[in-house]
């Protein structure tokens, strides 16, 4: 059974720091990219950022460029997003999501097989 697990999430000033992880029970986890991915209230869901199986490609969205890193420890089968200099507009429920591709790194959320329930990440002003 395939599980994914987001933690990390809670509350943090303008200006603070909070890194994510997820832990995902897939098979082959070490051969399949992954990525992060936010939604605040009213909004659609938008790409953060994405990572290969190898963790040797890794892609951005222009919004967390030199703020976020994303990074993956495949002995441990888990995801990780570092975040710094959180704004307030960085608020949402960030989810991480498995492709079943090995290097594509997919902006889009339709191209991602299974995902995490979210955990929430508040800035505040």
């Known amino acids: 059974q395939v599980q994914v697990v987001e933690s990390g999430g809670g509350l943090v000033q303008t200006g603070g720091s909070l890194k994510l992880s997820c832990r995902a029970s897939?098979?082959?986890?070490?051969?399949?990219?992954m990525g992060w991915f936010r939604q605040a209230p009213g909004q659609e869901r938008e790409f953060v950022a994405a990572?290969?199986?190898?963790?040797?490609?890794?892609k951005y969205a222009d919004s967390v460029k030199g703020r976020f890193t994303i990074s993956r420890d495949n002995a441990k089968n888990t995801l990780y997003l570092q975040m710094i200099s959180l704004k307030p507009v960085d608020t949402a429920v960030y989810s991480c999501?498995?492709?079943?591709?090995?290097?594509?790194?997919?902006?889009?959320?339709?191209?991602?097989?299974?995902w995490g329930q979210g955990t929430q990440v508040t800035v505040s002003s």
């Open positions: 999501a498995v492709t079943t591709y090995r290097t594509s790194l997919f902006t889009d959320p339709r191209n991602y097989a299974y």
């Open positions: 990572i290969s199986g190898s963790g040797e490609s890794t």
């Open positions: 897939v098979p082959k986890f070490s051969i399949l990219a």
